[in-house]
C-alpha cells in the first residue's frame, strides 16, 4: 500500500494515483488500437464508456496527456496522437535546473553529466561509422566557427551544430533530440542566470581539438577531449551556483 507524501492528504494522493493510473491506460488503449502519429483518438463520450470514468475526469487526464506532449487536442477536430515533442521535457528540465542553482546545482550538474555520458559513450561508433563528406560537413561548421569567433560573433548555434553533426553518422533522432534538449537546458539556464560567456577563442580551441581526434579516427583522445568539453561546462554553473 502507497503512503501519501508528507504534506500532501490521503484523499489528494489517492486521487493522484487515480488520475495517473487512467493517464497510463489511455496511453494502453492508444498502442492496443493500433494508433500512431497524427491518427484520431476516440471520443471522450467513447473513452468515457471503455474507461467507465466519467467524461469531466477524461477530460482532465486528455490535458495532462497534452500537456506531457503524448496527444495534441485540436478544438473543433479532436484528439490526435502528437509528433514527437520534447518542449515539455525541455521546460521541466530547465525549472529543475534553474531551481537547483540555489542549492548548489546538483540537478544542473546532473544534466551535464547525462549529456557527456551520451556523447562519450557514443563517440567511439560515430567516429567507426563517420564518412569522408560528414567529415568535411564538420569541418565546415569548424569553420564557420573560427570566422564567427574572429569578429565576435556568438557561437552558440554553431556549437550546438558542430555536436549535432559528430553524431549525425549514428543516424539516431531520438539521440538527436535529447541532445538538443540538453543543450537548450544549459543555455537557458546559462542566460536566464546571466553567467559571462566563454572565451570564444578557447571555444574554437577546444571544438577543433574534438574534431581532429575524429578525423585521425582516435576514440580514446575523442573521448578525452569531449570529457574535458564538459568539465568546463561544469566549471560554468559552479560559478554560477556560487554567486
Do not use: C
Given at each position: ?106 540537478e544542473a550538474m546532473e544534466l551535464v553529466d547525462v549529456r557527456q555520458a551520451l556523447e562519450s559513450g557514443l ?108 568539465d568546463g561546462i561544469r566549471q560554468k554553473l559552479r560559478e554560477v551556483a556560487a554567486r
Open positions: 500500500m502507497s503512503v501519501a507524501p508528507q504534506g500532501v492528504s490521503s484523499a489528494r494522493y489517492s486521487a493522484q494515483i487515480r488520475s495517473h493510473a487512467l493517464q497510463t491506460r489511455i496511453m494502453d488503449l492508444i498502442l492496443e488500437q493500433g494508433l500512431d502519429v497524427g491518427d484520431s483518438l476516440p471520443t471522450e463520450g467513447e473513452l468515457s464508456a471503455v474507461l467507465g470514468v466519467g467524461r469531466n475526469t477524461v477530460r482532465e487526464s486528455l490535458k495532462v496527456l497534452q500537456a506531457l506532449g503524448v496527444i495534441e487536442i485540436r478544438h473543433g477536430f479532436g484528439t490526435f496522437v502528437a509528433p514527437n515533442n520534447f518542449s515539455a521535457l525541455t521546460d521541466g528540465l530547465v525549472f529543475r535546473g534553474r531551481l537547483s542553482l540555489r542549492h548548489r546545482g546538483e563517440i567511439g561508433p560515430a567516429i567507426d561509422l563517420v564518412t569522408a563528406e560528414q567529415l568535411g560537413d564538420l569541418r565546415a561548421v569548424m569553420e564557420a566557427m573560427e570566422k564567427a569567433a574572429a569578429v565576435g560573433e556568438p557561437l552558440t548555434e554553431l556549437d550546438a551544430e558542430f555536436h549535432r553533426r559528430l553524431y549525425a553518422p549514428l543516424n539516431n533522432e531520438l539521440l538527436m533530440n535529447l541532445m538538443d534538449v540538453f543543450w537548450k537546458v544549459y543555455r537557458q539556464i546559462h542566460q536566464a542566470l546571466g553567467a559571462a560567456p566563454m572565451n570564444l577563442a578557447d571555444q574554437v580551441r577546444i571544438h577543433w581539438e574534438i574534431y581532429e581526434a575524429v578525423a585521425d579516427k582516435d576514440k580514446t583522445v575523442a573521448a578525452e577531449r569531449l570529457q574535458r568539453h564538459f
